[in-house]
């Protein structure tokens, strides 16, 4: 839609039970695209929003990368993503909070 991509890939187990650094390969490619991307995926279930890849000669962080991670079991809610072409950061990430999956 407009400039920006959105393409889903389907990764089952750890490194798709391929043995390949799916991580490693995912960074080349965004790195290459040379524009802002963005990996939402779940994994360990808690939501978060962070810039987890890094320059593996300088150790600084790749800032056109950003990691959302969903929810998961236990906790069932949902994560709403924003993209705003105007704004430097392009992709915000908010937690979406499913009342009746609170704990009570």
């Keep these: ?4 991509v959105f393409l889903t890939l389907r990764l089952p187990g750890s490194n798709n039970n ?3 650094d799916s991580l490693s ?4 490619l965004a790195e290459a ?5 963005t990996l939402v995926h779940g994994d360990t279930h808690y ?5 987890p890849f890094s320059d593996s000669t300088t150790r600084r962080v790749i800032p056109t990368i950003t990691r959302a991670e969903t929810y ?6 949902a994560i709403v993503m924003t993209v705003d072409p ?3 950061n392009l992709f ?3 937690p979406l909070v499913v009342p009746l999956n609170a704990p009570r």
């Design 33 to 37: 695209f040379g524009k802002p991307v």
């Design 92 to 94: 915000r990430f908010e």
């Design 86 to 88: 105007s704004s430097a």
């Design 47 to 51: 939501f978060r929003v962070d810039q």
């Design 72 to 77: 998961g079991n236990p906790n069932f809610h």
């Design 18 to 20: 391929r043995g390949a």
């Design 25 to 28: 390969e995912f960074q080349r």
């Design 1 to 4: 839609m407009g400039d920006v």
